[in-house]
Protein backbone atom coordinates (compact mmCIF):
# COMPACT_ATOMS: atom_id res chain seq x y z
CA UNK A 1 0.00 0.00 0.00
CA UNK A 2 1.23 3.41 -0.85
CA UNK A 3 2.07 6.00 1.89
CA UNK A 4 3.21 9.00 -0.99
CA UNK A 5 0.36 12.07 -1.56
CA UNK A 6 -2.17 11.03 -4.05
CA UNK A 7 -4.34 13.21 -6.15
CA UNK A 8 -7.71 12.17 -6.58
CA UNK A 9 -10.99 13.29 -8.96
CA UNK A 10 -14.24 13.06 -8.05
CA UNK A 11 -16.55 13.82 -11.17
CA UNK A 12 -20.08 14.30 -11.01
CA UNK A 13 -22.66 16.19 -12.93
CA UNK A 14 -23.00 19.10 -10.02
CA UNK A 15 -23.16 19.65 -6.34
CA UNK A 16 -26.72 20.18 -5.09
CA UNK A 17 -28.30 18.65 -2.75
CA UNK A 18 -28.28 14.64 -2.18
CA UNK A 19 -26.35 11.61 -1.27
CA UNK A 20 -24.02 11.67 -4.11
CA UNK A 21 -22.65 14.71 -3.75
CA UNK A 22 -22.62 14.85 0.01
CA UNK A 23 -20.68 11.80 -0.10
CA UNK A 24 -18.37 13.30 -2.65
CA UNK A 25 -18.04 16.28 -0.18
CA UNK A 26 -17.10 13.62 2.52
CA UNK A 27 -14.60 11.79 0.55
CA UNK A 28 -12.80 15.08 0.21
CA UNK A 29 -12.25 16.09 3.48
CA UNK A 30 -11.25 12.68 4.17
CA UNK A 31 -8.44 13.46 1.41
CA UNK A 32 -7.42 16.63 2.62
CA UNK A 33 -7.25 15.56 6.34
CA UNK A 34 -5.15 12.31 4.89
CA UNK A 35 -2.71 15.21 3.37
CA UNK A 36 -3.73 13.66 -0.54
CA UNK A 37 -4.44 16.25 -3.41
CA UNK A 38 -8.51 16.48 -3.56
CA UNK A 39 -10.29 17.82 -6.88
CA UNK A 40 -14.10 17.93 -8.09
CA UNK A 41 -15.03 18.45 -11.56
CA UNK A 42 -18.82 19.23 -11.59
CA UNK A 43 -20.85 21.97 -13.11
CA UNK A 44 -21.03 23.74 -9.78
CA UNK A 45 -23.76 24.35 -7.07
CA UNK A 46 -24.18 25.73 -3.97
CA UNK A 47 -22.04 23.16 -2.49
CA UNK A 48 -18.68 24.31 -4.50
CA UNK A 49 -18.48 26.38 -1.26
CA UNK A 50 -18.56 24.31 1.49
CA UNK A 51 -16.40 21.86 -0.65
CA UNK A 52 -13.31 24.45 -1.15
CA UNK A 53 -14.10 25.74 2.37
CA UNK A 54 -12.67 22.39 3.70
CA UNK A 55 -9.51 22.32 1.46
CA UNK A 56 -10.79 20.51 -1.89
CA UNK A 57 -10.43 21.96 -5.10
CA UNK A 58 -13.10 22.56 -7.75
CA UNK A 59 -12.99 22.67 -11.55
CA UNK A 60 -16.45 23.39 -12.80
CA UNK A 61 -17.27 21.58 -16.48
CA UNK A 62 -20.49 20.86 -17.49
CA UNK A 63 -19.85 17.12 -17.47
CA UNK A 64 -23.84 16.18 -16.40
CA UNK A 65 -24.87 18.55 -20.18
CA UNK A 66 -26.79 15.44 -21.69
CA UNK A 67 -26.34 16.68 -25.58
CA UNK A 68 -23.79 15.23 -27.96
CA UNK A 69 -21.77 18.24 -27.10
CA UNK A 70 -20.75 17.04 -23.77
CA UNK A 71 -18.46 14.58 -26.33
CA UNK A 72 -16.19 17.72 -26.72
CA UNK A 73 -15.26 17.43 -23.14
CA UNK A 74 -13.31 14.25 -23.32
CA UNK A 75 -9.90 15.70 -24.63
CA UNK A 76 -10.28 18.39 -22.06
CA UNK A 77 -10.46 15.87 -19.51
CA UNK A 78 -7.96 13.87 -21.00
CA UNK A 79 -5.62 17.08 -20.84
CA UNK A 80 -6.87 17.60 -17.38
CA UNK A 81 -6.28 14.51 -16.14
CA UNK A 82 -2.35 14.47 -17.62
CA UNK A 83 -1.80 18.07 -16.22
CA UNK A 84 -3.25 17.02 -12.61
CA UNK A 85 -1.17 13.94 -12.85
CA UNK A 86 -4.22 12.38 -11.49
CA UNK A 87 -3.67 8.83 -9.54
CA UNK A 88 -7.68 8.34 -9.09
CA UNK A 89 -10.21 9.35 -10.98
CA UNK A 90 -13.53 8.41 -9.09
CA UNK A 91 -17.25 8.89 -11.13
CA UNK A 92 -20.36 8.74 -9.65
CA UNK A 93 -22.65 9.53 -11.96
CA UNK A 94 -23.42 7.65 -16.01
CA UNK A 95 -22.65 10.28 -18.23
CA UNK A 96 -19.93 11.82 -16.43
CA UNK A 97 -18.55 8.65 -15.92
CA UNK A 98 -18.95 7.80 -19.79
CA UNK A 99 -16.95 11.08 -20.57
CA UNK A 100 -14.35 10.18 -17.96
CA UNK A 101 -13.58 6.50 -19.51
CA UNK A 102 -13.25 7.30 -23.03
CA UNK A 103 -10.54 10.30 -21.68
CA UNK A 104 -9.00 7.68 -19.86
CA UNK A 105 -8.66 5.28 -22.54
CA UNK A 106 -6.49 7.68 -24.96
CA UNK A 107 -4.08 8.47 -21.88
CA UNK A 108 -0.63 5.91 -22.01
CA UNK A 109 -0.43 3.03 -19.91
CA UNK A 110 -0.47 3.06 -16.70
CA UNK A 111 -2.58 6.67 -16.62
CA UNK A 112 -4.91 7.10 -13.68
CA UNK A 113 -7.01 3.72 -12.11
CA UNK A 114 -11.29 3.99 -12.78
CA UNK A 115 -13.12 4.32 -9.78
CA UNK A 116 -16.64 4.04 -9.70
CA UNK A 117 -19.72 3.83 -7.35
CA UNK A 118 -23.35 2.62 -7.56
CA UNK A 119 -25.67 5.13 -5.69
CA UNK A 120 -28.24 3.56 -6.47
CA UNK A 121 -30.26 0.94 -9.14
CA UNK A 122 -29.95 2.90 -12.37
CA UNK A 123 -31.86 1.45 -14.69
CA UNK A 124 -30.65 -1.78 -16.58
CA UNK A 125 -29.10 -1.04 -19.95
CA UNK A 126 -25.97 -0.33 -22.17
CA UNK A 127 -26.05 3.51 -20.91
CA UNK A 128 -25.64 2.09 -16.84
CA UNK A 129 -23.15 -0.76 -17.79
CA UNK A 130 -20.39 1.90 -17.39
CA UNK A 131 -20.88 2.15 -13.98
CA UNK A 132 -19.75 -1.28 -13.36
CA UNK A 133 -16.64 -1.13 -15.48
CA UNK A 134 -15.03 0.43 -13.04
CA UNK A 135 -11.81 -1.35 -11.56
CA UNK A 136 -13.00 -1.27 -8.64
CA UNK A 137 -16.90 -0.27 -8.37
CA UNK A 138 -18.14 0.75 -4.69
CA UNK A 139 -21.37 -0.32 -4.29
CA UNK A 140 -23.19 1.57 -0.97
CA UNK A 141 -25.22 -1.82 -0.12
CA UNK A 142 -25.74 -5.30 -0.59
CA UNK A 143 -28.87 -4.49 -2.43
CA UNK A 144 -26.92 -2.27 -5.46
CA UNK A 145 -24.69 -4.95 -5.44
CA UNK A 146 -26.37 -7.89 -6.59
CA UNK A 147 -28.63 -5.39 -8.51
CA UNK A 148 -25.03 -4.74 -10.70
CA UNK A 149 -24.19 -8.64 -10.51
CA UNK A 150 -27.88 -9.67 -12.11
CA UNK A 151 -28.15 -7.39 -14.68
CA UNK A 152 -24.16 -7.37 -15.91
CA UNK A 153 -23.18 -10.98 -15.24
CA UNK A 154 -19.72 -10.46 -16.99
CA UNK A 155 -19.15 -8.46 -14.39
CA UNK A 156 -16.01 -9.71 -11.80
CA UNK A 157 -17.11 -9.60 -8.36
CA UNK A 158 -13.73 -9.03 -6.84
CA UNK A 159 -14.25 -6.05 -8.34
CA UNK A 160 -17.56 -5.34 -6.43
CA UNK A 161 -16.21 -3.16 -3.02
CA UNK A 162 -18.90 -2.86 -0.39
CA UNK A 163 -18.57 0.44 1.28
CA UNK A 164 -21.86 1.63 2.49
CA UNK A 165 -22.77 5.25 3.07
CA UNK A 166 -21.91 6.51 7.19
CA UNK A 167 -23.26 8.79 9.49
CA UNK A 168 -21.25 11.41 10.98
CA UNK A 169 -21.55 10.34 15.32
CA UNK A 170 -20.73 13.98 16.18
CA UNK A 171 -23.21 15.63 14.10
CA UNK A 172 -25.56 12.59 15.34
CA UNK A 173 -24.27 11.76 19.07
CA UNK A 174 -25.87 9.06 20.95
CA UNK A 175 -28.58 10.06 23.35
CA UNK A 176 -28.38 13.58 22.52
CA UNK A 177 -31.52 15.67 23.48
CA UNK A 178 -31.53 19.64 22.45
CA UNK A 179 -31.90 22.38 25.33
CA UNK A 180 -35.10 23.88 26.40
CA UNK A 181 -35.14 27.24 24.30
CA UNK A 182 -34.55 24.88 21.43
CA UNK A 183 -37.50 22.80 22.37
CA UNK A 184 -39.67 25.81 23.12
CA UNK A 185 -39.07 27.71 19.82
CA UNK A 186 -39.60 24.00 18.06
CA UNK A 187 -42.85 24.05 19.74
CA UNK A 188 -44.10 27.46 19.26
CA UNK A 189 -43.39 26.94 15.70
CA UNK A 190 -44.95 23.77 15.56
CA UNK A 191 -47.64 24.10 18.39
CA UNK A 192 -49.81 21.51 16.74
CA UNK A 193 -46.81 18.67 17.69
CA UNK A 194 -46.70 19.30 21.37
CA UNK A 195 -48.50 17.63 24.26
CA UNK A 196 -48.12 13.91 22.18
CA UNK A 197 -45.30 11.61 20.84
CA UNK A 198 -43.88 12.69 18.06
CA UNK A 199 -43.55 10.83 14.41
CA UNK A 200 -40.98 12.10 12.23
CA UNK A 201 -40.49 11.21 8.48
CA UNK A 202 -37.30 13.17 7.16
CA UNK A 203 -37.69 13.31 3.19
CA UNK A 204 -37.79 15.99 -0.13
CA UNK A 205 -41.14 16.69 -1.47
CA UNK A 206 -41.81 13.46 -3.82
CA UNK A 207 -44.68 11.18 -3.04
CA UNK A 208 -41.59 8.49 -3.34
CA UNK A 209 -40.57 9.16 -0.12
CA UNK A 210 -43.96 8.06 1.56
CA UNK A 211 -45.43 10.58 3.17
CA UNK A 212 -49.19 9.75 2.53
CA UNK A 213 -48.65 6.56 3.93
CA UNK A 214 -47.29 8.24 7.72
CA UNK A 215 -50.52 10.38 7.51
CA UNK A 216 -52.83 7.04 6.97
CA UNK A 217 -50.77 5.86 9.52
CA UNK A 218 -51.34 8.64 12.05
CA UNK A 219 -54.69 8.29 11.11
CA UNK A 220 -54.92 4.29 11.88
CA UNK A 221 -52.80 4.96 15.10
CA UNK A 222 -55.67 7.84 16.05
CA UNK A 223 -58.71 4.68 15.31
CA UNK A 224 -56.80 2.30 17.69
CA UNK A 225 -56.53 5.23 20.43
CA UNK A 226 -52.70 6.31 20.47
CA UNK A 227 -52.57 9.88 20.87
CA UNK A 228 -49.46 10.59 18.45
CA UNK A 229 -48.04 13.38 16.35
CA UNK A 230 -46.62 13.73 13.08
CA UNK A 231 -43.61 15.66 11.14
CA UNK A 232 -42.76 15.37 7.43
CA UNK A 233 -39.47 17.15 7.84
CA UNK A 234 -38.22 18.51 4.27
CA UNK A 235 -41.44 17.68 2.29
CA UNK A 236 -42.00 21.71 1.08
CA UNK A 237 -39.93 23.05 -1.83
CA UNK A 238 -40.00 24.88 -4.30
CA UNK A 239 -42.22 23.66 -7.33
CA UNK A 240 -44.10 20.50 -5.14
CA UNK A 241 -46.39 23.23 -3.92
CA UNK A 242 -49.15 21.02 -5.54
CA UNK A 243 -47.86 17.42 -4.05
CA UNK A 244 -48.23 19.59 -0.33
CA UNK A 245 -51.38 20.72 -1.15
CA UNK A 246 -52.47 16.83 -2.24
CA UNK A 247 -50.83 15.41 1.32
CA UNK A 248 -53.28 18.29 3.23
CA UNK A 249 -56.09 17.18 1.54
CA UNK A 250 -55.46 13.84 2.38
CA UNK A 251 -54.70 14.77 6.45
CA UNK A 252 -57.75 16.31 6.14
CA UNK A 253 -59.95 13.99 5.07
CA UNK A 254 -58.31 11.49 7.06
CA UNK A 255 -58.92 13.91 10.05
CA UNK A 256 -55.76 14.30 11.28
CA UNK A 257 -55.04 17.67 9.76
CA UNK A 258 -54.44 19.00 13.49
CA UNK A 259 -51.67 16.89 14.46
CA UNK A 260 -49.58 16.80 11.27
CA UNK A 261 -47.00 19.57 10.32
CA UNK A 262 -45.40 20.38 6.80
CA UNK A 263 -41.57 22.02 6.81
CA UNK A 264 -39.11 23.07 4.46
CA UNK A 265 -35.40 21.11 4.74
CA UNK A 266 -34.13 22.37 8.01
CA UNK A 267 -30.20 22.27 9.26
CA UNK A 268 -31.47 21.27 12.89
CA UNK A 269 -32.20 17.35 11.72
CA UNK A 270 -30.41 16.09 14.97
CA UNK A 271 -32.55 17.99 17.14
CA UNK A 272 -35.66 17.14 15.62
CA UNK A 273 -34.71 13.47 15.02
CA UNK A 274 -33.65 13.44 18.95
CA UNK A 275 -37.54 14.78 19.93
CA UNK A 276 -39.15 12.24 17.83
CA UNK A 277 -40.20 8.93 19.78
CA UNK A 278 -40.49 6.96 16.23
CA UNK A 279 -38.67 7.93 12.97
CA UNK A 280 -40.23 6.99 9.98
CA UNK A 281 -38.75 5.39 6.66
CA UNK A 282 -41.26 4.62 4.56
CA UNK A 283 -39.99 5.09 1.00
CA UNK A 284 -41.27 2.95 -1.99
CA UNK A 285 -40.14 2.05 -4.29
CA UNK A 286 -37.18 0.52 -2.00
CA UNK A 287 -34.09 3.18 -1.15
CA UNK A 288 -30.59 1.82 -2.45
CA UNK A 289 -28.90 2.82 1.00
CA UNK A 290 -31.28 4.45 3.64
CA UNK A 291 -29.22 7.23 5.45
CA UNK A 292 -32.17 8.45 7.51
CA UNK A 293 -32.20 4.81 9.32
CA UNK A 294 -28.48 5.21 11.18
CA UNK A 295 -28.82 8.89 11.15
CA UNK A 296 -31.99 8.08 14.00
CA UNK A 297 -30.14 5.05 15.63
CA UNK A 298 -27.11 6.70 15.66
CA UNK A 299 -28.78 9.27 18.24
CA UNK A 300 -30.66 6.39 19.85
CA UNK A 301 -33.98 7.10 18.46
CA UNK A 302 -36.05 4.16 17.24
CA UNK A 303 -36.90 3.40 13.51
CA UNK A 304 -39.68 1.83 11.46
CA UNK A 305 -39.36 1.30 8.32
CA UNK A 306 -40.57 -0.78 5.39
CA UNK A 307 -38.46 -4.10 5.28
CA UNK A 308 -36.93 -3.68 0.85
CA UNK A 309 -33.68 -2.16 -0.51
CA UNK A 310 -31.19 -0.92 1.93
CA UNK A 311 -33.35 0.18 4.53
CA UNK A 312 -34.25 -3.50 5.00
CA UNK A 313 -30.45 -4.48 5.36
CA UNK A 314 -29.85 -1.53 7.76
CA UNK A 315 -32.71 -3.13 9.94
CA UNK A 316 -31.92 -5.98 9.92
CA UNK A 317 -28.29 -5.16 10.57
CA UNK A 318 -29.04 -2.94 13.25
CA UNK A 319 -32.83 -2.94 14.49
CA UNK A 320 -34.93 -5.74 13.61
CA UNK A 321 -37.68 -4.27 15.51
CA UNK A 322 -38.66 -1.66 13.19
CA UNK A 323 -38.50 -4.31 10.35
CA UNK A 324 -42.55 -4.09 8.42
CA UNK A 325 -43.40 -5.63 4.87
CA UNK A 326 -43.89 -2.89 2.40
CA UNK A 327 -46.87 -1.22 2.31
CA UNK A 328 -48.74 -3.14 4.54
CA UNK A 329 -51.03 -0.95 6.82
CA UNK A 330 -51.74 -3.05 9.42
CA UNK A 331 -48.82 -4.26 10.37
CA UNK A 332 -47.20 -0.92 9.90
CA UNK A 333 -49.86 0.28 12.81
CA UNK A 334 -49.29 -2.88 15.21
CA UNK A 335 -46.07 -2.46 14.83
CA UNK A 336 -45.72 1.57 15.29
CA UNK A 337 -47.74 1.64 18.33
CA UNK A 338 -45.46 -0.80 19.97
CA UNK A 339 -42.44 0.91 19.09
CA UNK A 340 -44.18 3.79 20.72
CA UNK A 341 -45.42 2.32 23.75
CA UNK A 342 -42.20 0.33 24.30
CA UNK A 343 -38.75 0.10 22.13
CA UNK A 344 -36.21 -2.08 22.30
CA UNK A 345 -33.13 -0.76 23.89
CA UNK A 346 -30.72 0.90 20.87
CA UNK A 347 -26.57 0.19 21.14
CA UNK A 348 -24.13 2.57 20.14
CA UNK A 349 -23.51 2.31 16.82
CA UNK A 350 -20.22 0.84 15.78
CA UNK A 351 -20.20 0.74 12.01
CA UNK A 352 -21.98 2.54 9.38
CA UNK A 353 -20.10 5.49 10.44
CA UNK A 354 -18.41 8.09 8.50
CA UNK A 355 -15.25 7.49 9.98
CA UNK A 356 -15.69 4.10 8.33
CA UNK A 357 -17.01 5.19 4.58
CA UNK A 358 -14.36 7.40 4.90
CA UNK A 359 -11.23 5.11 6.07
CA UNK A 360 -12.57 2.71 3.72
CA UNK A 361 -12.58 4.67 0.27
CA UNK A 362 -9.44 5.94 1.66
CA UNK A 363 -7.46 2.55 1.63
CA UNK A 364 -9.34 1.50 -1.62
CA UNK A 365 -7.61 4.51 -3.42
CA UNK A 366 -4.33 3.94 -1.76
CA UNK A 367 -5.00 -0.01 -2.80
CA UNK A 368 -5.39 0.79 -6.42
CA UNK A 369 -2.93 3.19 -7.14
CA UNK A 370 -0.35 1.08 -4.69
CA UNK A 371 -0.63 -1.73 -7.21
Same mark, same amino acid.
Given at each position: ??????? /??????????????????? /??????????? +????????????? &???????????????? +???? $?????????? %?????? *????????????????????????????????????????????????????????? /?????????? *?????????????????? %?? %??????????????????????????? $??????????????????? @??????? @?????? &????????????????? $??????????? #??????? *?????????????????????????????? +????????? #????? @?????? &??????????????????????????????? &?????????????????????? #?
Amino acid at each position: MTQRRLT /VVQILPALRAGGAERSTLE /VGEALVEAGHR +SIVVSGGGALVAP &LVAAGSEHIELPVGRK +SLWS $LALVPRLRAL %FTELDA *DVVHVRSRLPAWLAWRALRGMPAPGPHFITTAHGLNSPGWYSSIMARGERVICVSNM /VRDHILRHYP *DTDPARLVLIPRGVDVRE %FP %FGHQPDDDWRTRFFAEFPQLAGAPLMT $LPGRGTRLKGHADAIELLA @DLGARGV @DVRLLL &LGVIEPGREAYVAELEA $LARSRGVADRV #AMSVPRA *DVADVLAVSTLVLQLSNPPESFGRTVIEAL +SLCRPVIGY #AHGGV @DELLTD &LYPAGRVPPGDRARLTERAAELLRAAPAIAP &LTRYRLADMKANTLALYEQVAG #A
